[in-house]
């Protein structure tokens, strides 16, 4: 199985213009999250969701959109990407809570440079 | 709200010796998870170990054990005959049970001297 599998592993973008990240799961893993890392800040959530159809906004979620519209893909969007929005990007999915705390499976990460 | 402390940002060891990373959390919650993820410099996210707050036995995996201290909320990794292999990013991270939340600490960059 593949897991986790994440799209573009690196890209430099323009400030002002737009992008899509691109994770898909085949683990039929209803949860599915995107996170953002930084130096000395550790992991935090952009956005998440639970099932498809369903979508909440994480820690920090400004300047960045998803939409689930089935149980394998989160697309994460920068609609008008800034300099601020340079950061690796993971993408990760783990199963339902119920009996649950399991693990979170990851990609292999986006490293996003905003110019 | 839930948080992750990590103290020790950076950390070394000589190979073959014994080190241990530590972390702290804050939950109201009875129910969770605990977690030690390893990112080395190819940037993957790997499972190290996990511990369930229910249980009082320690987590074990090959050389890597915890030290669960409930009570005072602490949850340190030891890493024993560190190999080369081992330097890396670890991460702390806590799950709290029912919730899809996995809040991480801000990490400790581990680097095992040949």
């Given at each position: 199985n593949a897991g986790v599998t994440q799209t573009p592993k690196f890209h430099i973008l323009k400030t002002g213009q737009s992008m899509t990240l691109q994770c898909a799961q085949?683990?039929?893993?209803?949860y599915l999250s995107w996170y953002r890392q930084d130096p000395g800040m550790g992991l935090r959530r952009i956005h998440y969701s639970v099932a498809a159809g369903i979508t909440d906004k994480g820690e920090v979620p400004d300047g960045y959109n998803v939409s689930r519209s089935n149980t394998e893909d989160f697309p994460l969007r920068l609609e008008s990407a800034a300099p601020s929005q340079t950061s690796v990007y993971f993408c990760a999915s783990s199963r339902p809570p119920q009996g649950g705390g399991t693990e979170a499976f990851f990609g292999q990460g986006t490293r996003l440079t905003v110019v | 709200a839930q948080t992750v402390t990590q103290s020790q940002p950076e950390m070394s060891v000589q190979e073959a010796e014994t080190v241990t990373l530590s972390c702290t959390y804050d939950t109201s919650e009875s129910n969770y998870y605990l977690f030690w993820y390893k990112q080395p410099p190819s940037r993957q996210m790997i499972l190290v170990i996990r511990q369930e707050a229910y249980k009082q036995q320690n987590a074990t995996e090959n050389r890597f054990s915890v030290n669960f201290q409930k009570a005072a909320k602490s949850f340190s990794l030891k890493i024993s005959?560190?190999?080369?292999?081992?330097t890396a990013m670890y991460f702390c991270a806590t799950h709290q049970g029912g919730s899809e939340k996995l809040v991480f600490g801000k990490g400790t960059k581990l680097t095992v001297n040949p």
């Open positions: 085949d683990m039929n893993h209803g | 005959d560190s190999q080369l292999g081992d």
